[in-house]
């Protein structure tokens, strides 16, 4: 594990050097409306990919202290979930810029655009209520965490599942087609897989920082006591 923690850096260093490089700089498929907006496919979609798998590690993280009540599970979970909301927020804001040149708004009420925002404020309530019993660290573990597998569960029926059942803008959502029909050359496709491997990367490095501070806080809290 040590091993492969020293060499995750350096690909992730690299692999977002192409991503910014390449993306921003190398050609792309003179598609009709999209033109050159669809260089957002390398950081919009990435980071919605990412956000969804660190929610999935910090539910995964969020059973394993229901089952041991160790507390530091406690603190991955809500690393991870930090980080993977820090992914939302930027998805959002990136597809609203990618929004306003493609669709003519920020906003438009597409049902994917507006699954998105309500996970996020489903993820905002894990983190208030955190807050809420911040005074009782066992019961807000016990709680947060309850309520952190209940809200990857409703994230996965509002991204994955909500938007495919209606009309809707994106491609491979609502009857329209993916990239993948319109990308006949594969020229996004090798810059595409490194940036959603860079910013997955970079997302678990951030976390497991982050988790190891919450960790290293508490103790430092608990010998204070």
Known sequence: MENIKKF???ITFCLLCYTFIA??????PKLPILCQTIRGLYFHVPMWFGMIMLFFISFIFSIQY???????????????????????????????VWAQYTWGNFWSGDPKQNCAAICLFIYFAYFILQYAFAHNTFLRAKMSNVY????????????????RLSDSLHPGN????????????????WIFY??????????????????????????LYNVTQ
């Not at 993306?23 to 792309?28: C, E, M, N, Q």
């Open 66 to 96: 229901l089952r041991t009540e160790n507390i530091q599970w406690d603190k991955k979970s809500t690393a991870f979930a930090q980080i993977g909301m820090l992914y939302g927020i930027l998805g959002l804001a990136t597809g609203m």
């Open 174 to 189: 609502g009857g329209n087609p993916g990239f993948n029909i319109y990308d006949l050359d594969g020229k996004l496709r």
């Open 194 to 219: 490194p940036s959603v491997f860079g910013w997955l990367f970079l997302g678990i490095g951030m976390a497991n920082i982050v988790s190891r501070y919450l960790i290293l806080k508490h103790k």
């Open 148 to 163: 952190n597998i209940i809200a990857f569960g409703m994230s996965c029926l509002l991204l994955l599942i909500l938007p």
């Open 8 to 10: 995750l850096s350096p």
């Open 23 to 28: 993306g921003l700089l190398f050609p792309v």
